[in-house]
């Protein structure tokens, strides 16, 4: 080892799913959406004043604040906008968790959660989920540094009641409880509308999934101002222009066509509802998704094998080498051709 190792900060690194670009390929291993973005998105891009590119992007992101805090009918403190919702995350992370106590999240959970509190020397514990891969809740009513989950969890999909979320969020009110909520637009209630009650709570959700613009990185938290005002103080100690213009005027043009997003989010859904029934009859078995996957197994197929098996077919799910889960897949609910094209060969395999 050099002299200058021993100073170097070692981690594990998180592991993203993979970016194939081939012709003809079908895509379902990142939970991105099947559809393109909204039309006024695409009217926003083509009417970017590409000369403010030489100056930099508002630093308070006022446009997508003030757009998000129209649409949720919130006044804008209560919004702090990032680089996707990891960059939001990972500063929630830096900005609340610093007791000497451990935070706790899910054994099953978000892997990037470990990541970061390794990163920033967060200490951590991770209770299992149930054997239905369910959170219980009673494991999060100890003494704690901080809570994070997502609901829809991932990878499992499994969407936890409002009231239960409610009741983890009132036991911590000497902490600071974080709701990733990624997936929560194709599944029930946000814990957003719980916002106003809890001065603990931070919601977060991102524009990846539901609003198809995962390549423009866009995430959010919503909480009360106090919490907002800690993030923000946070940031501009770090990079004061996270966001760049582009996203700013798309994102905010995202959110103002809410037909489009509607209209998506129900596909996706119904796609979801029938895959889970042709899955079943093929004899595999998951968890409920309440999301835009579908976390499944099989007993006959080995998930390691079939995964290598659909992806010399270039159909890209996605596979855990991790304890508890390392016999399943995450398979993202694409359009109708698309999981039409992975049942067709899965039907193949089963004859």
């Given at each position: 080892m050099k002299a200058w190792e021993a100073n170097v900060r070692k981690v594990?690194?998180?592991?993203?799913?993979?970016?194939?670009?081939?012709?003809?390929?079908?895509?379902?291993?990142?939970?991105?959406?099947?559809?393109?973005?909204?039309?006024?998105?695409?009217?926003?891009?083509?009417?970017?004043?590409?000369?403010?590119?030489?100056?930099?992007?508002?630093?308070?992101?006022?446009?997508?604040?003030?757009?998000?805090?129209?649409?949720?009918?919130?006044?804008?403190?209560?919004?702090?906008?990032?680089?996707?919702?990891?960059?939001?995350?990972?500063?929630?992370?830096q900005t609340f968790f610093n007791s000497e106590k451990p935070i706790l999240f899910p054994d099953i959970s978000y892997s990037f959660y470990s990541v970061w509190a390794d990163l920033f020397g967060i200490r951590y514990r991770r209770p299992a989920l149930d054997e239905d891969f369910r959170i219980v809740k009673e494991d999060y009513f100890k003494e704690n540094g901080g809570i994070i989950f997502p609901n829809p969890n991932a990878p499992t999909g499994i969407y936890m009641e409002l009231d239960q979320v409610e009741e983890i969020i009132a036991k911590n009110q000497d902490s600071i409880v974080?709701?990733?909520?990624?997936?929560?637009?194709?599944?029930?209630?946000?814990?957003?509308?719980?916002?106003?009650?809890?001065?603990?709570?931070?919601v977060v959700q991102t524009f990846s999934k539901s609003r198809s613009?995962?390549?423009?990185?866009?995430?959010?938290?919503?909480?009360q101002p106090q919490l907002i005002k800690y993030l923000n103080d946070v940031k501009y100690s770090f990079n004061s222009y996270?966001?760049?213009?582009?996203?700013?005027?798309?994102?905010?043009?995202?959110?103002?066509?809410?037909?489009?997003?509607r209209?998506?989010?129900?596909?996706?859904?119904?796609?979801?509802?029938?895959?889970?029934?042709?899955?079943?009859?093929?004899?595999?078995?998951?968890?409920?998704?309440?999301?835009?996957?579908?976390?499944?197994?099989?007993?006959?197929?080995?998930?390691?094998?079939?995964?290598?098996?659909?992806?010399?077919?270039?159909?890209?799910?996605?596979?855990?080498?991790?304890?508890?889960?390392?016999?399943?897949?995450?398979?993202t609910v694409g359009t109708d051709e698309e999981m039409d094209a992975l049942l067709a060969f899965l039907k193949k395999k089963g004859n």
């Open positions: 594990i690194p998180y592991t993203p799913g993979e970016q194939p670009n081939r012709p003809g390929m079908i895509k379902l291993n990142t939970n991105e959406n099947p559809y393109p973005p909204a039309p006024g998105v695409l009217k926003a891009l083509e009417e970017l004043d590409t000369d403010r590119l030489r100056l930099y992007p508002d630093p308070a992101a006022s446009e997508l604040v003030n757009a998000l805090a129209e649409y949720y009918r919130k006044d804008p403190s209560c919004f702090f906008v990032g680089v996707g919702s990891d960059d939001v995350i990972a500063m929630a992370f974080i709701v990733d909520e990624a997936y929560v637009d194709f599944a029930g209630p946000s814990a957003l509308e719980l916002v106003d009650r809890y001065e603990n709570l931070l613009l995962a390549g423009m990185r866009i995430g959010f938290a919503v909480g996270t966001m760049n213009l582009p996203s700013l005027k798309l994102g905010a043009a995202a959110v103002k066509d809410e037909a489009y997003f209209e998506t989010v129900g596909k996706i859904v119904s796609t979801r509802e029938r895959v889970k029934k042709e899955l079943s009859k093929l004899g595999f078995a998951f968890p409920d998704s309440q999301s835009n996957f579908i976390f499944a197994t099989h007993k006959e197929w080995p998930a390691k094998e079939l995964f290598e098996e659909l992806k010399k077919e270039d159909i890209y799910v996605r596979y855990f080498a991790s304890p508890r889960i390392d016999n399943y897949l995450r398979i």
